[in-house]
């Protein structure tokens, strides 16, 4: 018996995501090629089993508590770090197209040996910065969902993740507690992005009880040409809401 997979399963079972041996052992394998890839290159400050099924896969998996990715078609996963939340996400749906920006070559490489080792398909590890990759054809205005876990604050992680969004779809940046502060200097970005502020969804860990926050976007229209600014400028110089 294994308490912390059982666990796990469970938790995902009563919110309506049942996995299959298979995706167990997917989790498990993503779990060990982490922690060793860890001693190595520096990818998460946590290694202990059931913390890692916690906080980085259960809490990954969050996202869609709230969004409807059992008929999405498109992810893009923006500043993905060591594959989260896209890659937990594409393990319990996995007819998800996905697509992982990030700007670390290293971690690149991570990923891919990740999903070649998990057998994990139609998922595109893409090396660069969101600002350049937001503005080339193939990922402009293409995505059902996209989503960044812990990367910015709102105003210039709107930047970064909005051109990706088609229009229709939706941008969900996945926050520790209360993001209303961050969220109030960010509504000029998003409205400017073309981006409407559709919810904000609260929960707790299992375990932990620690607070979490998934802010939901609404792309409302294709992105103005203007945006993303050359890489760097959105979270130096952030679109902050104009006075007066």
């Known amino acids: 018996m294994d308490k912390v997979i059982d666990a796990f399963s469970a938790r995902l079972l009563e919110r309506g995501i049942p996995l299959a041996p298979r995706q167990l052992e997917q989790f498990q394998r993503y779990y060990e090629l982490l ?4 001693e190595r290159m520096n990818l998460t400050g946590i290694t202990e089993r059931a913390a890692v099924f916690e906080k980085h896969f259960y809490d990954s998996v969050t996202l869609a508590f709230y969004a409807d990715l059992s008929s999405a078609d498109r992810l893009a996963d923006i500043g993905s770090g060591a594959g989260f939340p896209s890659l937990p ?6 007819q998800l197209q996905v697509t992982i920006v990030d700007s670390l070559a290293k971690r ?4 891919q040996h990740v999903c070649e080792q998990l057998g994990l398909e139609d998922v595109q590890c893409v090396h660069g910065r969101a600002e350049d990759i937001g503005r080339l054809p193939e990922h402009r205005d293409r ?5 960044a876990r812990a990367v910015a604050r709102m ?3 709107s930047e970064l993740c909005l051109p990706f969004a088609r229009k229709g779809g939706l941008f969900a940046a996945m926050k520790g507690a209360d993001p209303q502060e961050e969220l109030e200097e960010a509504k000029h970005a998003i409205r400017e992005l073309r981006g409407r502020v559709d919810r904000v969804e609260t929960l707790r860990l299992p375990e932990e009880q620690s607070e979490r926050a998934i802010i939901l976007i609404a792309k409302t229209d294709a992105t103005p040409k203007a945006y993303p600014r050359k890489a760097g400028v959105p979270l130096k110089q952030p679109m902050l809401k104009r006075r007066g």
């Open 35 to 38: 922690v060793d890839w860890n």
């Open 155 to 157: 105003a210039g992680l």
């Open 108 to 111: 690149i490489s991570f990923l």
């Open 89 to 94: 996400l594409k393990i319990c749906f996995p």
């Open 143 to 147: 995505y059902a969902i996209v989503t």
